[in-house]
């Protein structure tokens, strides 16, 4: 079965040091993985998807087929990248749907 | 101009009752969802419609019951409340069959079952 595994549920750093948000995925096929994040009461926002290979608000995440991964990472953390973070898997059969892991809460300390 | 919006944004209701959470979007999307985050945060897939068709119900309560009027509105009805159904639902949506396509989400709806 497709699955989703964020292994942290939190992760606390200080200010300006490096974050890994950890992602595994097992999918039965291409997938196509997502970041999330959920700044706190507000709505889910796409971070980055992978066959952008972008960089957004710092963020990057490569997909690694060999170790079935897509972290997310950011070498300066900063106060306002606190939030949960999702990594999601796109089902690509008729359904389209989004499996979400469980979610790391990221919190930067100053 | 939200592109996916719900209502309301939060409800407290006794359990028993039925309430309902509206839906829509203005994104021209074909394909709409229902989620529910649970008081851990996690989040799963309740319900998805495209073109006003079912196409995924997951294993949910009979008393969950979504209805699509038009693919741009998709609105979920809760029969006979209980205590466990406090959680955040979010609505999203996104155009299928397009690689790459971002789903986007509503802001949530609060529901609190006293």
């Known amino acids: 079965a497709q699955r989703v595994t964020q292994p942290e549920k939190l992760l606390s750093v200080f200010k300006g040091a490096p974050v890994e948000l950890k992602c595994n995925y097992s999918?039965?096929?291409?997938?196509?993985l997502f970041w999330y994040v959920q700044y706190s009461r507000q709505r889910l926002q796409l971070l980055l998807r992978?066959?952008s290979r972008e960089s957004i608000k710092g963020f990057t995440a490569d997909l690694n087929k060999g170790e079935t991964s897509f972290h997310l990472k950011k070498p300066f953390a900063q106060e306002e990248d606190s939030a949960m973070y999702y990594c999601?898997?796109?089902?690509?059969?008729?359904?389209?749907?989004?499996?979400f892991g469980s979610g790391t809460r990221l919190l930067v300390r100053p | 101009d939200t592109a996916v919006s719900q209502t309301p944004k939060y409800l407290v209701t006794q359990m028993g009752n039925d309430k309902s959470i509206k839906c829509e979007q203005n994104?021209?999307?074909?394909?709409m969802y229902w989620y529910k985050q649970d008081s851990k945060k996690f989040l799963k897939i309740m319900f998805s419609?495209?073109?006003?068709?079912?196409?995924i119900n997951e294993t949910v309560p009979n008393r969950f019951s979504p209805k699509s009027p038009d693919k741009a509105h998709l609105n979920l009805h809760i029969n006979s409340l209980e205590l466990g159904d406090s959680a955040v639902y979010f609505c999203?949506?996104?155009?299928?069959?397009?690689?790459?396509?971002?789903?986007?989400f509503g802001e949530g709806s609060w529901l609190t079952v006293v």
């Open positions: 999203a949506s996104s155009q299928k069959n397009r690689v790459g396509n971002t789903i986007y």
């Open positions: 419609y495209n073109n006003k068709e079912l196409i």
């Open positions: 999918y039965s096929g291409s997938p196509e």
């Open positions: 992978h066959i």
């Open positions: 999601a898997l796109r089902e690509m059969d008729s359904s389209y749907k989004l499996i």
């Open positions: 994104l021209g999307h074909d394909t």
